[in-house]
């Protein structure tokens, strides 16, 4: 999945040397080109966003100031720096930017800065993505670790984690789940998201479709045609 970004720059040129830069690294987004720092405020109201690419010298609030905005009402997203000046570096790291780079920009130094902000994105998920789910039956509660399941599967209207032969109902829906599990977890069809570490083989079938089977189980997963597409994106097939 790709992730969102935005450019905060009041210089045109700027914008136009990310972008350009940006167009070589296809997993990230640019969802916004923005010139100034109350333009990220409200847009920010508007947009969820992993990345801001942000100037420091702007015309209204300068890029420091609008870090520390930003960390008052909580924005979980990363912040880079990219500015002419050296001089606010402290400030900036101290208001807990994730990189601060200096123009002129070259593509080697802002993907090292991405790949930053991925690895703290990523660290802050796994602090968020749930270890264990919870299963009800009748009056009885059981634990399932999220790391035994294969696959969630709807059946009959019920979500099922199967882990080997066994199938645990959830009382959630899969685009919760979706969102909820880590992202080796991936939607194949819209009534079922699999654990592609799980995963045994994958079967060509009808219609660019793909048929599921797992490590321990016998339980088959038949993908829809994007679905498919995805997976295979995933395991590079």
Known sequence: ??????????????????????????QWQIVAELNSGEALLQKLNETDVEVVLLDINMTGING???LLQLNQQGFTGEVIFVTAYSSHAVAAFDAAATDYILKPINASRLQLALERAEQKLRAKQLSLEPQELVSHVGQRVRTVKVDAIDAV??????????CG???????????DLENELPDHFLRVHRAAIVNRYRLAEAERWLNG????????????VLTSR???RQLKKHLKM
């Open 1 to 26: 999945m790709r992730k969102r970004l935005m450019i905060v720059d009041d210089e045109q040129a700027a914008r136009l040397k990310l972008r350009q830069l940006l167009s070589h690294l296809p």
């Open 64 to 66: 420091i100031d609008v």
């Open 153 to 162: 599967v709807t059946r009959n209207g019920v979500q099922e984690a199967w």
């Open 165 to 175: 032969d066994q199938a645990y109902p959830l009382n959630t829906t899969l685009r």
């Open 209 to 220: 479709r793909l048929l599921l089977r797992f490590v321990q189980s016998k339980l088959e």
């Open 226 to 228: 994007n679905g498919a």
